[in-house]
């Protein structure tokens, strides 16, 4: 089609005058409009150097192996360690706020998006308060009233209150029970690697088997067989790898177990509970989205409710679900910059920590505004690659 | 897509309505069905009726209301001269008007097609209640805490005007009625002008409820037709522009808002020649949420072209129109109807995160929340839970608000349904 029209208007007699040629003007009206944009980064650009010529603001990025001069809460960074080093402590905690705060909004959202369809009135109505109050509410406010209003009243480090003296409740934070690595764990680590992938190929032998012969698979079983039996082994071979830590109440501080401290706890809360009412949401509209008719046609096949959860209506739900479920995690990652308002140190805070000590802001914001788009981009990556495995495949 | 519409229709009358059911069968379905339902509604009953009780309790017997009621003034307004307050008074009126006339209007036009089509006209009182109810609730949480007459006087009056100028709306000429979009854009920019100029009050001085409400319309009602340039700019058939516009949307789309306002704080000001006067804080913000907003915009008036079907272009190239015809007369009336529920969604999360202007130093609603529990009659007794609801409040009820007319602009217009 396309070839067909470049044929007949190269050929010199149904070409038209220059100026009435789409192809020519399309050209021009193009090369325009790229020097209009040129143009304006130019003059951008050179701005920002003037500017930051005559205020005598460097523009390299040498200062990144200055020290940076500022603690980090919640990591052992010192004030001697390099900028550098910062924003890589700093990238580290945005991404495992991001990565906890996914998992635990996910588990949140389909507990409470199903149970706004239960038929029980009291989870339904309660799943849609819960929706409603959270998605309302400017994530800030949730951020701010976790560090000053709920976390702050709990009681002091020298009262604190204890649960069976295995979780501490202070206004320092939480303490919670949990790993301490031995020498072995590394060894461990790899070992659970690869009894997983074990089990895993093990499950798809099941499954072929099934496809073969169309006896029982047993899949999740073999597969839950396998995983632990074979972990269980590296367990005991490389004695145990982790050893557990419970935390200790000092006099005035706390041995082991795992510091979830309040400007961590309380950005993670809000997160969770925001992007989990958004989810909830996505998740009861997917179900609701598959059709009745498949719903009825698992009843006449006589497939029992929770069968047809399971077989008919989930794996339909899901392919739905998962496009929007992917730009809730990207907001989710984007909104763990709010961490700057309580002091947590994700990357953002870390940078606008240096600007504060005379580092240059241009630099150090850019590289912020280049972290958080690589993080979207790896997170669209995945979401669309999880969108091709989830799409129907037309015949 | 019609195929689908035509069965909903003829399913619908066969749908038994709604059965009344005796309160022991009602209980039965609802609660006690199965032995996981009974033990369900046992445990996360309580658990709801404590949350309830425990959130009353605070409401009405152990919040200490009186930072609220002291400091309401500061809430909504900041820093505001208390000797211009009139200003205020006299633009809400004014965007009352303006409501009132666009509400007006687009009921008579609603109302006239709707007769044009058999379909009832009267709303039922229920429905009516439930679209007054957020917003007499929001006007009603506030003012609970005023302890002047002029609050309520102003409000009374803000009322009055917004209600004549609905009742009048619909005996306007004709010629009146089809400009309404400029007017009601005419409206937002005199009360704005009302405000600032003339003697008034600067930016810097504003503060509170008064910064919330002014970034949002502001931004929106201008990064609406940047928003709109750059959807056209993203589905045009010149490679280059698409590629500019798609940057442009794609980098303000992955950035958080907060870095961006923190560029806009100390980055923008580089970008500027020297010797250029600074924009001021205020400015610098509003530069941020208008970039920000228009990203957002266009993607959502991206979904609104793509809507319009294919016969509609071919249609108005039938008729002769040029491509800019095609766009301006057929696809973007088209478009700019089906984004209208897009766009109160938009609208909302930027109310909500006009909230962000607190980190780089502005006193908006929820800064004030803060602000407040440092003074000396309320410092370090834990005011901060008190102040921090009063906020949510605002803050919920209007976003509550907008989103259920939203949805309902939604079920109207069809959206999805063509």
């Avoid at chain 1, 839950?224 to 935390?247: D, E, K, Q, Y």
């Avoid at chain 1, 706390?254 to 510091?259: A, H, K, T």
């Avoid at chain 1, 958080?372 to 669209?380: F, K």
């Avoid at chain 2, 509170?208 to 970034?215: N, R, S």
Wanted: net charge positive.
């Amino acid at each position: 089609m396309a070839d067909d029209v470049t044929e007949a208007a190269s050929s010199p007699a149904a070409r038209p005058p220059w100026q009435r040629d789409v192809r020519i003007l399309r050209v021009i009206a193009q090369g325009a409009f790229l020097v209009l944009v040129i143009l304006l980064v130019q003059w951008f650009a050179y701005n920002l150097t003037t500017n930051m010529r005559r205020l005598g603001i460097r523009r390299d990025f040498a200062f990144l192996d200055q020290p940076a001069g500022y603690q980090i809460l919640g990591s052992n960074f010192v004030a001697s360690d390099r900028i550098r080093q910062a924003l890589l402590v700093g990238l580290t905690n945005t991404v495992r706020v991001a990565l906890i705060g996914m998992v635990l909004a996910l588990i949140l959202g389909i507990v409470v998006g199903v149970a706004r369809l239960s038929t029980n009135w009291v989870v339904r109505r309660s799943a849609s308060l819960y929706v409603e109050l959270l998605r309302n509410v400017p994530p800030l406010v949730l951020v701010i009233y976790f560090y000053l209003a709920a976390l702050a009243a709990l009681p002091r480090i020298e009262d604190a209150a204890t649960i069976n003296d295995v979780i501490i409740l202070s206004n320092r934070g939480i303490w919670l029970p949990w790993f301490d690595a031995a020498p072995g764990a590394g060894t461990f680590g790899i070992a659970l690697i690869a009894s997983l992938t074990l089990a895993i190929l093990v499950a798809r032998w099941r499954t072929r088997i099934f496809d073969a012969t169309g006896r029982p698979h047993h899949r999740v079983l073999f597969f839950l067989l396998t995983a632990s039996l074979t972990a269980g082994a590296g367990w005991f071979l490389l004695r145990p790898p982790v050893t557990l830590s419970l935390p200790e109440l000092g006099e005035r501080t706390v041995q082991g177990g795992l510091w979830l401290y309040p400007e961590y706890l309380s950005l993670l809360l809000s997160l969770v509970l925001y992007a989990s009412s958004f989810i909830a949401e996505i998740v009861r509209g997917s179900i609701q989205a598959v059709h009745r008719g498949q719903s009825e046609a698992a009843d006449a096949l006589g497939l029992t409710p929770s069968m047809r959860l399971r077989y008919v209506v989930l794996p339909q739900a899901l392919r739905i679900a998962a496009p929007a479920t992917g730009n809730e995690f990207l907001n989710l990652t984007k909104n763990v910059s709010l961490g700057i308002a309580v002091g947590f140190a994700e990357i953002l805070r870390v940078a606008t920590q240096a600007t504060g000590n005379g580092q240059p802001a241009p630099q150090l914001l850019l590289m912020v505004l280049l972290g958080y788009l690589g993080l979207s981009l790896i997170i669209s990556f995945f979401v669309n690659v999880a969108n091709r495995r989830l799409q129907l495949v037309e015949r | 897509m019609a195929t689908s519409e035509h069965t909903t229709d003829t399913a619908a009358p066969v749908a038994p309505g709604p059965r009344r059911l005796g309160a022991r069968t009602w209980l039965h379905q609802n609660l006690f069905s199965s032995p996981l339902n009974t033990l369900l509604t046992l445990t996360v009953g309580p658990l709801v009726a404590y949350i309830a009780f425990a959130f009353l309790r605070f409401v009405l017997v152990t919040g200490r209301w009186e930072i609220i009621e002291r400091n309401l003034t500061l809430f909504m307004v900041g820093t505001f001269p208390r000797d211009q307050l009139w200003r205020l008074w006299l633009a809400m009126s004014i965007l009352a008007i303006t409501a009132g006339l666009t509400a007006g209007v687009i009921g008579a036009a609603t109302r006239a097609a709707a007769i044009a089509a058999g379909r009832p006209t009267q709303a039922h009182t229920g429905e009516r209640i439930r679209r007054l109810g957020p917003p007499v609730a929001l006007a009603l949480s506030i003012l609970v805490f005023a302890r002047t007459a002029t609050a309520f006087l102003g409000t009374a009056t803000v009322v009055i005007v917004g209600a004549i100028a609905m009742r009048a709306a619909p005996r306007l000429p004709d010629r009146v009625r089809r400009q309404i979009g400029p007017i009601a854009l005419g409206g937002v920019v005199l009360a704005l002008l009302v405000i600032s100029l003339f003697g008034g009050v600067p930016r810097t001085q504003w503060g509170g409820l008064l910064v919330t409400t002014y970034y949002t319309v502001a931004a929106l009602v201008i990064a609406y037709p940047i928003g709109i340039a750059f959807a056209l700019g993203r589905r045009s058939t010149l490679p280059l522009v698409r590629w500019v516009c798609t940057i442009y949307i794609e980098f303000f789309r992955g950035s958080p808002l907060i870095t961006l306002l923190f560029t806009g704080w100390l980055v923008l000001p580089f970008f500027l020649p020297p010797g250029f006067r600074t924009p001021g804080l205020v400015t610098r913000a509003l530069i941020i949420f208008i970039l920000f907003t228009s990203a957002y915009v266009a993607e959502i008036v991206r979904g609104g072209l793509q809507s319009v079907g294919r016969g509609q272009i071919e249609a108005a190239q039938a008729l002769g129109l040029s491509p800019w015809g095609q766009t301006r007369l057929v696809v973007l009336p088209q478009a700019l109807r089906a984004v209208i529920p897009g766009l109160v969604g938009q609208a909302i999360s930027l109310f909500k995160d006009t909230t962000l202007v607190l980190i780089i130093g502005q006193t908006d609603l929820l800064a004030v929340a803060q602000i407040v529990t440092k003074q000396g009659d309320f410092l370090g007794q834990g005011y901060i839970a008190e102040s921090l609801m009063f906020v949510a409040v605002i803050y919920w009820v209007a976003s509550y608000w907008l989103s259920r007319e939203s949805q309902r602009l939604e079920v109207r217009l069809g959206v999805g349904e063509r």
